[in-house]
């Protein structure tokens, strides 16, 4: 049984090109949350995804956005990219909305904004 | 937005000694806390959680205590092994399952 798993692993991009990250959840799961991770900070958390609807958002601009797709899979999208931006990208799932016990992070996406 | 304070930032010990890291939050409508454990190149790893009905859970040699009038809770991991060496992060959650994650402490054991 595969986990949550993220693509691509690495990726470097020049300031104002947009991006796009890729996450599939764990077998089972259909709620995912995108977390960005600065380097020596805890995950900081973007929103959340569960019927293919963002459910809550934490404090990013709407440079940030996403899509889940019917087969819970996920998008985070980045646009006009900033320096500040350069981080680890994390998505992590859950079997359902609420389920505050289960929540699988993947291993990431590190985005370096040059 | 620092919801969850973690202190300390960074913590050394011995092989066989006890670590201890603990955090404060500010939301009361926090109702799950877990810790997690990070290796460089990893995602997070849940640990050990606890939810505020009770004031302490033990896993193997991990122990967390939770204070909920003083709104705080702490990890302790007793008898710290070398494998132990990674970053740590509290955490708090709503019952939507919004996350907020505590700055981290690095935690060196040696041997």
């Known amino acids: 049984d595969a986990g949550v798993t993220q693509s691509p692993t690495h990726l470097i991009k020049t300031r104002g090109q947009q991006v796009t990250l890729r996450c599939s959840p764990k077998?089972?799961?259909?709620?995912v949350s995108w977390y960005q991770q600065a380097l020596g900070q805890g995950p900081q958390f973007i929103f959340q995804y569960y019927e293919e609807e963002e459910r809550q958002r934490g404090n990013f601009p709407d440079r940030f956005s996403g899509h889940q797709f019917p087969n819970y899979s996920s998008e985070l999208n980045v646009n006009a990219l900033l320096l500040g931006d350069s981080a680890l990208y994390l998505c992590?799932?859950?079997?359902?909305?609420?389920?505050?016990?289960?929540?699988?992070f993947g291993p990431g996406t590190r985005l370096l904004v040059l | 937005q620092q919801q969850v304070k973690q202190s300390p930032q960074s913590l050394i010990v011995q092989k066989g000694g006890i670590s201890i890291i603990n955090c404060a939050y500010e939301n009361t409508a926090f109702d799950y806390f877990p810790w997690y454990q990070q290796f460089p190149g990893k995602g997070p790893a849940l640990l050990i959680a606890?939810?505020?009905?009770?004031s302490e859970k033990k896993e193997g040699r991990f122990t967390i205590s939770f204070n909920k009038s003083a709104k705080q809770f702490s990890l302790h991991i007793m008898d710290s092994q070398p494998g132990d060496s990674a970053t740590y992060f509290c955490?708090?959650?709503?019952?939507?399952?919004?996350?907020?994650f505590g700055a981290g402490t690095r935690l060196t054991v040696k041997p």
């Open positions: 077998s089972g799961h259909d709620t």
């Open positions: 992590a799932s859950s079997p359902l909305r609420g389920a505050q016990e289960t929540q699988y």
């Open positions: 955490a708090a959650s709503n019952p939507n399952n919004d996350m907020r």
């Open positions: 606890i939810r505020p009905d009770v």
